[in-house]
T-cell receptor
Framework: ETGVTQSPTHLIKTRGQQVTLRCSSQSGHNTVSWYQQALGQGPQFIFQYYREEENGRGNFPPRFSGLQFPNYSSELNVNALELDDSALYLC?????????????FGPGTRLTVL | AQKVTQAQTEISVVEKEDVTLDCVYETRDTTYYLFWYKQPPSGELVFLIR??????QNEISGRYSWNFQKSTSSFNFTITASQVVDSAVYFCALSEAAYSGAGSYQLTFGKGTKLSVIP
């Protein structure tokens, strides 16, 4: 069984640029959630995708957007990058009707904005 | 609003000592789930345990044990006979119950406790 995978591993961008991060969910999982983890902090919920639609959003501005594809993989897009967007971006997937919110995380993408 | 507090920022113990990581949560939901995750230096969050709000039984898994007390809104994690491989950041998290087919909902994390086990 393949776990959650994310690409790229690391990314360096400059302020004002746009970035796309990718996530492949674990086999059999149809829900994908994205989290931002700043250095020394706990992960913060960005949004969740289920059945290719946004299914909940945290306190992040509209320049953070996402997609989910029919194979349940997902993308996180961030426009007009700011220095504070530098963080580890984590993707998590969960199985349908898990009920308990059990989420399995990928290794993350480390984004640095200069 | 949900909130998770991990008051211990960093803990250092000598190998083979027992250590308890504290977690206190706040929620208005009557049904919710609590979690512990481990984040080693590699960065990937590793799921350790899930507990629902109706099950206050303590759980033991090898050297790990968890104490859930609804009366004090606490969900503490104890590692017995700690090992160097236990060194990591540990996060406590809270989620409301998911009733949709999505099967999960957003996790609210604490700020984490960095555990260092010294050989």
């Amino acid at each position: 069984e393949t776990g959650v995978t994310q690409s790229p591993t690391h990314l360096i961008k400059t302020r004002g640029q746009q970035v796309t991060l990718r996530c492949s969910s674990q086999s059999g999982h149809n829900t994908v959630s994205w989290y931002q983890q700043a250095l020394g902090q706990g992960p913060q919920f960005i949004f969740q995708y289920y059945r290719e639609e946004e299914n909940g959003r945290g306190n992040f501005p509209p320049r953070f957007s996402g997609l989910q594809f029919p194979n349940y993989s997902s993308e996180l897009n961030v426009n007009a990058l700011e220095l504070d967007d530098s963080a580890l971006y984590l993707c998590a997937s969960s199985a349908p009707l898990a009920g308990g919110g059990e989420q399995f995380f990928g290794p993350g993408t480390r984004l640095t904005v200069l | 609003a949900q909130k998770v507090t991990q008051a211990q920022t960093e803990i250092s113990v000598v190998e083979k000592e027992d250590v308890t990581l504290d977690c206190v949560y706040e929620t208005r939901d009557t049904t919710y789930y609590l979690f512990w995750y481990k984040q080693p230096p590699s960065g990937e969050l590793v799921f350790l345990i899930r507990r629902n709000s109706f099950d206050e039984q303590n759980e033991i898994s090898g050297r790990y044990s968890w104490n859930f007390q609804k009366s004090t809104s606490s969900f503490n994690f104890t590692i017995t006979a700690s090992q160097v491989v236990d060194s990591a950041v540990y996060f406590c998290a809270l989620s409301e119950a998911a009733y949709s087919g999505a099967g999960s909902y957003q996790l609210t994390f604490g700020k984490g406790t960095k555990l260092s086990v010294i050989p």
